[in-house]
């Protein structure tokens, strides 16, 4: 274990909290309906005329139920918009390869898994998809499901700060704005400053070259530099190359996997500084901000130390170096794939420079415990945040029961109608990874696809079905999801993952939004300072561990110990 390593992650968690400050300003800016940009002049026609294209009034705002409905809507089209593309790949242009069309089950898993944000791949992308696809097909998704997020965010808070009223705003507006102003001029700034760093963008067709020993080498090209810039900013992680960002066509360098990584954290900080802004009260975001660096510092710090204490097994080889390098990029080292594995499933991003299949199985816990809890480490653009508020009102009605007074939330009562749905969000999710994990570890067409015995092998599942669940899209990579039976399983995961907790939080919205606010008195609880936000932290940590426990008893953390007593698989 070296000090170098940990003085990198205290440098990023340093980085993380200057560029969070600068971010949360601007999208204070876009998100405040007031609020006024310097990108007004070029984007404010563009606007209007998405606007007159999609036939939408712009003035007119949404209840609950038709904010969902729109939500709802905009998302069956999308997914069927995909899913006709990689069905008709081969008939389509910028195809230079000749890539056939994909087979049903996986268009259908593809298509649900980028329409809901996850962006889990049961392919090679090189080996699989067109220029066409990539580009019309799967960017297009990582912005617009981004967008959706956010849109869903925007709107709770709405219901937060608004006095008795009876809408939340306007899903097409918020969809429109946050991808115009947010997501569209940040993806092109960093999409040409990977490129100026060596990611590729060309619509060459693929090159053949010959080996020093002689042998044909295909080289696969592509539109690159175009999706690593909002697979990062969106929280996506869908990967333009099989092995993501581990390729050097996509992560060149070390200053390339510190943008990334930053890229990832962006949007999800700023969120909550924000946050703070809109509902005038800054230190609600600081507590809430502060509850997601506790979880993550004490992750990072984990994972960081069971990697560079490595696998005793090696040790007990006499080998010089006994960290474990197993499915890490030379380039990057062991710290930065930690950082680069502990960020990506905080954020729900799904991203990789490095294999978690390989990962040691304390580590491998933490990245698959940080899905489960909800990708609430501060997850991704826009479900990061409403997931963690939801947390925030199941904490403070715990703490109101403790105390025997009616809990309350920025000046609002927390009554049953709210509990219920905040209850339905976190287990709906949690349902799908118990039950699609225990189907898949105890039937043939489940334990078929497994490629390590033992307790790693649950794990593979395990991981699986939380990544679907949770939105995220990572893997450990052991497990042959390409198959009906996960490809069908999965997508359902994902769908309920995402829309099992959207709804939820639009009707805590609409509930809220109706509620008039009251003075705070002398029994309300302060929801501010970093007494709450260790709380928060808390409550957050034990209803997973409750849910989860005996399922990772059985994977990663049994692996763990026998490990440690010398058992290998």
Known sequence: MQTSGWLQLALFVVALAAITKPMGLYLTQVLNADGKTWLDPVLRPLERLTYRLMGVRAGEEHDWRQYTWAMLLFSLVSCVFTYAILRLQNHLPLNPQ?????????AFNT??????????????????????????????????????????????????????????????????????????????????????????????????AQTLEGAKQTIALGPVASMEAIKMLGSNGGGFFNVNSAHPFENPSPLTNLLIMLLIMLIPAGLVFTYGRMVDDRRQGHAILGAMLIMFVIFLGVCYYSEATGNPLISALHVSSPTAMEGKEVRFGIADSVLFATTTTAVANGAVNAMHDSLTPLSGFITML????????????????????????????????????????????????????????????????????????VTKVGTSSILNPGPHGLSEILYAFASAAGNNGSAFA????????????????????????????????????????????????????PFFAVVLASVVIIVGALTFFPALALGPLVEHLLMWSGRVF
Not at 191 to 205: D, K
Request: proline share 4%; net charge positive.
């Open 98 to 106: 000749g890539l056939g069309a994909l087979t049903p089950h996986l």
């Open 111 to 208: 298509a649900v898994s980028f329409t809901t944000n996850t962006n889990w791949q049961s392919y090679g992308g090189e080996t699989t998809m067109s220029y066409l696809t990539q580009m019309s097909g799967l960017v297009v998704q990582q912005f617009v499901s981004a967008a959706t997020g956010m849109a869903v965010l925007i709107a709770l808070v709405r219901a937060l700060i608004r006095r008795r009223a009876s809408t939340i705003g306007n899903f097409w507006v918020d969809l429109t704005r946050t991808g115009l102003w947010i997501l569209l001029p940040v993806s092109i700034v960093c999409a040409l400053a990977f490129a100026s760093q060596g990611v590729i963008q060309t619509l060459h067709p693929y090159v053949t």
């Open 370 to 441: 940080q899905i489960k809890l909800g990708e609430v480490v501060f997850g991704g653009v826009g479900c990061g945040l409403y997931g963690m508020l939801v947390f925030v009102l199941l904490t403070v009605f715990i703490i109101g029961l403790m105390v025997g007074r009616t809990p309350e939330y920025l000046g609002k009562k927390i009554e049953s109608m709210e509990i219920k749905m905040g209850i339905l969000a976190v287990l709906l999710p949690s349902a799908c990874i118990l039950i699609g994990a225990a189907i898949a570890s």
């Open 478 to 529: 052991g497990l042959n999801a390409n198959t009906v039976f996960y490809n069908l399983s999965l997508a359902f995961n994902m769908f309920v993952g995402r829309y099992g907790v959207m709804i939820p939080v639009l009707a805590i919205a609409g509930s809220m939004v109706k509620k008039k606010t009251v003075p705070p008195g002398p029994g309300t609880f302060q929801t501010t300072g």
